[in-house]
């Protein structure tokens, strides 16, 4: 079977690492002992919620069915599309750099981004982390059928939303951060409030298959979602109400995003094609394809709105200019060839980057410009599934991987997001960068994936942790 | 920004041309949109005023506060205050950042228009039934209403007879609108006179009788240097607004284009501008068809057909060719735009629309074999250009503020009356 199945069902390997876990954030229910361990409640309790017992499809693990034996026609057109790639299996690109930024030719863009908080509670692989569009929380969903969202200032736990009957494979914040969109494996796309963490009444249901990706508009009137069943449809969610069906593709469709306009969706699918449509009325206006036609998996249209960004199976990250159909730019140096990973851009100081996880485990970043491979982090143990950039203080970013932890990574090198970080922390990232350098965090990682002992030296008050963990789970915001 | 994809041919299209979907909710009697041109306030004959959003063709906010039917409806300038009145003589503010009242002013008898000042969404602008017209400013909740004039103003050699007094006191506004400064107040009389109000005097600065009828209806283009006067003697007429800033005395109006139908004598029920000014169009009387005519030349240039129904408001979008307008019967709204044809070429990148046959000419190293890596290794070389993925460029025409107001979307709204409350019927 897949490697996922050893992280599926104990998302941690097994050691005796309870006295040092107590400080993490664990965000079982309110009813478990607070000090008990979630590797005992992942390994030995049954889930909680029965509906998760009967079901064990799941969003995150489908990406791993390649390689299941008991392969489903969605298999098929996984391995069909991959076949006709032709593509060699795209070594680690010449320029790649290892650990310390590489020497810039003509940018200094340097990012030194470290590893701050490790939150757990998922118990199995997370699929997507976001980060909502004020800055202020992080949500994550996970194939155990759960969203979980965390401040994302100080990594506490402040929801657990559940209801959906299968994995959940993509979440999506409302512009305003009060409305979270999440899309499963049990077809229906549902909507949670922020801050009750309870769902709307009826869920938008419609799609035929799983429901894999999801866009809002930026107004927030309207959701772009993409499903196994090979369609995008757009709702109007205010009437909860399909609104338009795209034929969008002939194979599942990976991912869906919306222009910062508003006037368009671009979609891609495991066909191999990135189509561009126009919200209005629905047509296709462009379409993207690549010579070697290797599965699209994630789009993402750049801030500004001008270029494509699509994460493909063949380990590559193309940067599209859709207006004139050529590729870019071509990112390479990270794992990619069987699951969907996502990633995004990012400011660091002036210049952007882009950052995605890898099959590998590690978290790389690259220089838009000059393709190299800026910084390049490990801490998840196994697949990263996917990587969001704080919108609203850049030097931000979150991970969540097969794992069933979500990290959240702060650059110490660019003063910027620092600065912007509330005053404690910002004495704490001095306090931190000057005992223990980045190599010695990694070192740690690497023998201990869990260690979270220069976590807890970092974390934002010992005593005020302590306090905020006895609170109980349903703490009320704002 | 997705205008770099679009046909350029769609875009030269300047105003709809077919019927392409209609809303409905309630009955529908008045209908504008907003600024920006994402909403449509639609007030209804119950006295409920619907908000559609343009984008989705769906319900985005019902403001419910009148007992009778919607008589006309004002956007303030950030979209975020509508003014509505209505038969029940009243006149609602309601703040659509909640969908709260503001501000509800009553008055002595039933509003006929009431329109929001360009730049102060605290003061409007009412024309009453056989009342003088009232500027109120409602900055404070006691609302201070003030008289202003419906009479002429008579110049200095014209006697004021017993004759001229008796006949200006017969004069009654029936609608007035304000200027794009918000410095003048533009009003229409039932004896055809054109008043221009100063509103710190409120004082009659220029008068002209422009038409033998009533005067129905003004509006203004977004840019309020042309306005267009629907009268009862069957002529639309338009006219360029003259500097009102300098000397009251040289102020001069004179009728640009006159828009009439001939042949049949039709009357016309409303009139509107289109984004930019160039058409304007009109619902007709008694007929279900919609009238277009340009500006430069004064001709019509389209006679849109649609439903088998008489239309009362029509109504241009503000950026678009696309035409709204209410039934008269049914209530509902319909809409006339213009849908592109899906170009297949979009959906197959490899391919181009040719208008005749193209010789091909092979490359001379189009089918030479190279291998795949040094292919790729060309390829990722040739990748050197510079990106910038992060400036925004600014939109031309459209300013984008980030402090803009916008409506929040309610997900909750989930009253419904029973009734069928809105079908949208557009292409999927």
Not at chain 1, 79 to 93: A, E, H, K, L
Not at chain 1, 295 to 313: Q, W
Not at chain 2, 395 to 417: I, T
Request: charged share 25%.
């Amino acid at each position: 079977m897949s490697d996922f199945d050893s992280a599926d069902g104990a998302p941690a390997p097994k050691g005796h690492r309870t006295q040092k876990r107590q400080r993490v954030y664990d965000d079982s229910e309110a009813s478990t002992p607070r000090d008990s361990s979630p590797d005992e409640l992942a390994e030995d309790r049954p889930y909680r919620s029965s509906k998760l017992n009967t079901r064990q499809d799941s969003g995150v693990r489908r990406r791993s069915r390649t390689s299941d034996a008991s392969a489903d026609e969605l298999d098929h057109t996984y391995n069909r599309s991959r076949s006709r790639s032709t593509s060699p299996g795209t070594p680690r690109s010449p320029h790649f750099a290892t650990d310390a930024p590489s020497p810039p030719t003509y940018k200094p863009l340097r990012l030194n981004y470290k590893q701050k908080y490790i939150l757990r509670g998922h118990r199995k692989g997370v699929a997507q982390v976001r980060f909502s569009p004020d800055g202020r929380w992080l949500a994550s969903c996970s194939a155990d059928g759960t969203i979980k969202i965390w401040d994302a200032s100080n990594g506490k736990h402040m929801r657990t939303l559940e209801g959906h009957l299968a994995g959940v494979s993509t979440i999506a914040w409302s512009p305003d951060s009060n409305t979270i969109a999440s899309g499963s494996d049990d077809k229906a796309i549902r909507l949670w409030h922020r801050a009750t963490g309870k769902p709307y009444p009826a869920p938008l249901l419609g799609h035929h298959n799983y429901v894999y990706s999801l866009g809002f508009s930026p107004k927030g009137n309207m959701l772009a979602s993409g499903s196994y069943d090979e369609a995008v449809f757009l709702w109007d969610l205010r009437a909860r109400r399909q609104m338009r069906s795209l034929p969008a593709h002939s194979d599942p469709v990976g991912g869906v995003d919306f222009i910062r306009d508003g006037t368009l969706v671009c979609s891609c699918s495991t066909d191999g094609l990135i189509r561009v449509w126009d919200t209005a009325t629905g047509q296709c206006l462009r379409t993207l394809v690549h010579e070697d036609n290797p599965p699209v998996t994630t789009v993402r249209f750049s801030p500004n709105g001008r270029y494509i960004l699509a994460f493909t199976l063949d380990s590559c990250i193309r940067l599209w200019d859709y207006v004139s159909g050529h590729c870019k730019k071509t990112y390479q140096g990270h794992v990619n060839t069987k699951y969907s990973l996502g990633g995004a851009f990012g400011v660091g100081g002036t210049d952007g980057f882009i950052v995605s996880g890898s099959e590998d485990g590690d978290i790389l970043f690259w220089d838009v410009q000059n393709k190299k491979v800026v910084q390049r982090v490990s801490g998840h143990e196994g697949v990263v599934c996917w990587v969001d950039t704080c919108p609203g203080r850049s030097g931000t970013i979150a991970s969540g991987g097969l794992d069933g932890t979500v990290r959240i990574w702060v650059d110490v090198e660019n003063d910027l997001g620092v600065d912007n970080l509330n005053l404690d922390d910002g004495a704490d990232y001095a306090r931190r960068d000057s005992t223990d350098g980045m190599a010695e965090v990694k070192v740690e990682n690497r023998e201990d994936g869990y260690n979270d002992t220069p976590r807890d030296d970092i974390s934002v008050d010992g005593g005020e942790q302590r306090t905020e963990q006895t609170l109980p789970d349903e703490m009320e915001e704002d | 920004m997705n205008l770099s994809l679009t046909d350029p041919f769609t875009l030269a299209q300047d105003y709809p041309e077919s019927t392409t979907g209609s809303l409905r909710s309630g009955h529908a009697c008045a209908l504008r949109f907003n600024r920006k041109g994402d909403f449509l306030a639609a007030g209804r004959a119950d006295g409920i005023v619907v908000i559609f959003d343009v984008e989705t063709q769906g319900v985005a906010r019902k403001l419910k506060g009148h007992t009778r039917q919607i008589q006309s409806l004002s956007w303030s300038r950030d979209g975020r205050y509508l003014l509505t009145s209505s038969q029940d003589w009243k006149c609602n503010l309601w703040d659509l950042q909640d969908g709260s009242i503001v501000r509800s002013v009553r008055f002595e008898a039933a509003v006929y228009i009431a329109e929001l000042h360009p730049w102060n969404h605290f003061m409007f602008v009412v024309s009453l039934f056989e009342e003088q017209p009232l500027l109120v400013d409602a900055s404070e909740p006691q609302c201070v209403k003030l008289n202003l004039p419906s009479a002429p103003k008579r110049g200095l050699d014209e006697k004021v007879n017993e004759k001229t007094a008796a006949q200006d006191a017969k004069q009654a506004t029936t609608v007035s609108v304000f200027t794009a400064s918000g410095k003048h107040i533009v009003a229409g009389t039932n004896k055809g006179w054109l008043n221009i109000i100063e509103v710190e005097t409120r004082t009659t600065i220029y008068s002209t009788k422009i038409c033998q009828g009533v005067v129905i209806f003004l509006r203004l283009t977004s840019s309020g240097r042309d306005i267009v006067i629907n009268s009862s003697d069957r002529i639309i007429r338009t006219i360029q607004m003259p500097n009102l800033s300098g000397d009251p005395d040289t102020i001069d109006i004179e009728v640009e284009h006159k828009f009439q139908d001939v042949v049949n004598r039709l009357s016309w029920n409303h009139v509107a501008f289109s984004s930019t000014g160039e058409y304007v169009t009109a619902s007709t009387y008694n007929n279900h068809d919609i009238y277009i005519w340009e500006r430069n030349h004064g001709s019509l240039v389209k006679i849109l057909e649609g439903p088998k129904e008489e239309h009362g408001v029509v109504e241009w979008h503000p950026h678009r060719p696309l035409i709204a307008a209410c039934g008269l019967e049914s209530g509902r709204i319909h809409i006339w735009s213009n849908i592109p044809q899906q170009r297949w070429s979009a959906l197959a990148p490899d391919f181009v629309e040719v208008e005749e046959n193209v010789e091909y000419i092979e490359h001379e190293d189009e089918f030479d074999i190279h291998p795949q890596e040094e292919i790729h290794k060309r390829r990722l070389d040739l990748e050197d250009e510079d990106i910038d993925v992060l400036t925004i460029e600014p939109v031309k025409g459209l300013e984008e503020d980030d402090n803009a107001f916008r409506m929040p979307v309610q997900l909750d709204l989930q009253d419904s009356e029973g009734e069928e409350e809105f079908v949208a019927v557009g292409r999927g």
